[in-house]
Every structure is written in structure tokens, then in C-alpha cells.
């Protein structure tokens, strides 16, 4: 029983964050047309007020994100043509990312840098952990398959550690910059600023909560490779 436990508090831990952000940010979605610009067009005017008119705005299948080598924000649909509560706030956010990156605010460089670095990092973990198993069963010998597991459940770790790490650079973007672009613009209707804070504390948890959940390919990687030669 306390194992069962212990795994239901972990599958909490790891699934939990992730249920919350994509809750959050469903919920004030609707109704759609509750601003009078969408998420896109908001994020123009922002860009415009910085003097950030060089910042291209996309649509985009990949999440909500600002992309400092092709200097876009990119909004997901539901976000890029959506007058919603959420359109706008998350598209604060990203505008707030843009100028972080214009002004060479220093933990943005250090996430940006860290990034770069850890999607072949997470690349080359993920072939370790194929490799494993295939590696212990040619030479018979369980310590090169445990190595070389070690080093792919580090690797494949290290998108969490490195988003907690810059869950700061998450939270400027949200708090430092985005909210305070609502609030003096006085874009927020009577009643949406507790809402939007809401909503910035969950897209500065984006990525933190979505490196989470890749643990739990971790803990899948461990069952197949413990029922396996090693």
C-alpha cells in the first residue's frame, strides 16, 4: 500500500502542474470575445509601445513562445486570433520575453544559452537509454548498461532542472513586465486582474510544468530497462 502511495504522490508531483497550467488557461479562453483585439493584434500594440515594431508576430502548433534568433512571438491559434482573457495575458507574456531580449536583460541570455544547450543534451540522452539495454546484453556485463542509463536519466532530467533554474526569467516576463503593461494601459476589465494573475503564474510554469512531465519518461525508461539485462 505504501508504495502505491508513494507512486500516486509522484504521478501528483509530476502530472499535477501540467493539469493546472492547461486548466488555467482553458478556463479564461472563453468567452472569446471579451477584449477588443485578439492576442495577436494586442501583441502589435505592445511591440509598437516598446519600439519593438522589427518583432514579428506567427501563428504557431508549438506553444506559445518567443523565438530570439528569428525575433518572433508566436501565439498558438486559440491565442493568436482569440480576444479571450487568456489571448491577451499569454501574449503579454511572450511580448514581455521580446523585451527582455532587447534590452540584454542577463538571465534571459542564460536561459536562451541553456536551451541551446539542452535540446541535443536531451537528444543524446534519449539514444543512451535506447542504446542500454542492446550495449549490457553484448558484453554481458549489467555496468555499462547501468552507466550509460545513469547518463540518459541525467540528460533527460536536465529540461526540469534547467527551466526551474530559470523559472525567474518565467516570472519577470509575467510579473516584471506583463502585468504591468495590463495594469498601466489599463487593458483589464473590472474583475480580470486577480484572472490574469492567475494566468501569468501559470505561462511562467509552462515549461517547468512540461519538464516534469518528461520525468515520467525517466521512470518509463527504468521499467523497461530493469526488466531487461541489466
Known amino acids: ?9 509522484v504521478l501528483v508531483v509530476l502530472i499535477g502542474p501540467s493539469l493546472w497550467v492547461k486548466g488555467t488557461m482553458k478556463k479564461y479562453s472563453q468567452p472569446d470575445d471579451r477584449y477588443p483585439f485578439t492576442g495577436a493584434v494586442f501583441a502589435s500594440k505592445l511591440l509598437t509601445a516598446l519600439n519593438l515594431q522589427d518583432i514579428k508576430i506567427e501563428s504557431t502548433e508549438l506553444g506559445d513562445h518567443y ?17 479571450s482573457l487568456t489571448a491577451i495575458t499569454i501574449a503579454a507574456h511572450e511580448v514581455g520575453h521580446a523585451h527582455q531580449h532587447a534590452i540584454g536583460y542577463g538571465p534571459f541570455k542564460l536561459r536562451t544559452l541553456l536551451v541551446k544547450t539542452m535540446a541535443p543534451a536531451e537528444r543524446f540522452g534519449a539514444l543512451i537509454l535506447m542504446t542500454a539495454p542492446f550495449i549490457a546484453l553484448i558484453t554481458r556485463v549489467p555496468g ?21 533554474i530559470t523559472l525567474p526569467t518565467e516570472l519577470d516576463a509575467s510579473f516584471g513586465r506583463a502585468l504591468p503593461m495590463l495594469e498601466e494601459g489599463n487593458i483589464l476589465k473590472e474583475g480580470d486582474e486577480v484572472y490574469a494573475r492567475r494566468l501569468l503564474t501559470a505561462a511562467a510554469c509552462t515549461y517547468v510544468a512540461a519538464s516534469l512531465m518528461s520525468l515520467i519518461n525517466v521512470a518509463r525508461w527504468w521499467t523497461i530497462l530493469r526488466k531487461g539485462p541489466l
Open 144 to 164: 555499462p548498461g547501468l552507466l550509460m542509463f545513469l547518463g540518459g536519466l541525467l540528460t533527460l532530467g536536465l529540461g526540469a532542472v534547467v527551466h526551474l
Open 1 to 9: 500500500m505504501s508504495y502505491v502511495i508513494i507512486v500516486a504522490i
Open 67 to 83: 523565438d530570439p534568433i528569428a525575433r518572433a512571438v508566436r501565439l498558438t491559434a486559440d491565442k493568436h486570433d482569440s480576444k
